[in-house]
């Protein structure tokens, strides 16, 4: 089977892990989304992932409502990505997928410290790496560590799920009935246009490395899979 990409980088916002709950991690949708992962490490891609924190802390939302100050909230913030990786890890080793966890603060006694050589192995053996603690920064979000660790480890494509949002629109299509999907555009209209779809340091980070970016919505089965064998799926961003 021909595919489009060998190696992506795979953005899941905390949010994705919440399912019913308000709080915390759901079972069935961190079943849901390692079974989506697994059909893809199957297929003989090599896969990254990126998991936000927001179904535990935002940073920038909590921090303020505490009386903490920005860089302490986000590295918060940041814990909260290493307990959603670790959750992530067990239910895909769970399905009998090989998996590592590294994260950009050292807690060795939880996962390996981030090495991009490393990582790079992992990949080309077969083992879904998965990154925590953004890029360990504060100031930086995970979308720009997302696009950070899509350049080093080389992929050719970074996928951006998206929950209950099938692309990027012209507007909040929550917002405005009147809003239109937009099938491919370049990553200067998503800065020029200041879109909200990702952080506009992530996408020049991508336009400056070539690294093509697929926006979709995640609760669709099988979306990830379509997309790689070419079916016109979400918002591509790219040149």
Wanted: with cysteine.
């Amino acid at each position: 089977m021909s595919l489009k990409y060998k190696r992506i980088l795979l953005k899941v916002s905390g949010e994705a892990l919440l399912g019913d709950k308000d709080f915390g991690i759901g079972n069935e949708p961190l079943e849901f989304i390692s079974k989506e992962i697994k059909d893809v490490h199957d297929a003989g891609v090599q896969i990254a992932v990126v998991v936000g924190g927001g179904n535990i802390f935002r940073g920038m939302n909590n921090s303020a409502k505490l009386g903490m100050d920005r860089a302490s909230g986000d590295y918060v913030g940041m814990l909260a990505t290493v307990m959603n990786a670790v959750a992530l890890q067990s239910a895909l080793k769970s399905l009998g997928v090989d998996c590592r966890v590294q994260t950009a603060i050292q807690m060795n006694q939880i996962a390996e410290p981030y090495i991009r050589h490393k990582a790079i192995r992992h990949l080309e053996k077969g083992r879904v790496v998965i990154f925590a603690a953004g890029t360990g920064n504060p100031f930086f979000t995970t979308d720009t560590a997302s696009a950070l660790r899509a350049s080093e480890i080389s992929a050719q494509a970074m996928f951006m799920a998206k929950n209950g949002v099938d692309g990027v629109y012209s507007d909040d299509p929550r917002k405005n009935p009147h809003a239109h999907k937009i099938d491919s555009m370049n990553y200067d209209e998503i800065i020029k246009n200041d879109l909200k779809v990702m952080d506009t340091a992530a996408c020049a980070l991508c336009k400056q490395n070539n690294i093509p970016i697929v926006v979709f919505d995640f609760k669709e089965k099988d979306s990830i899979l379509k997309i790689l064998n070419g079916e016109k799926i979400g918002t591509f961003i790219g040149e």
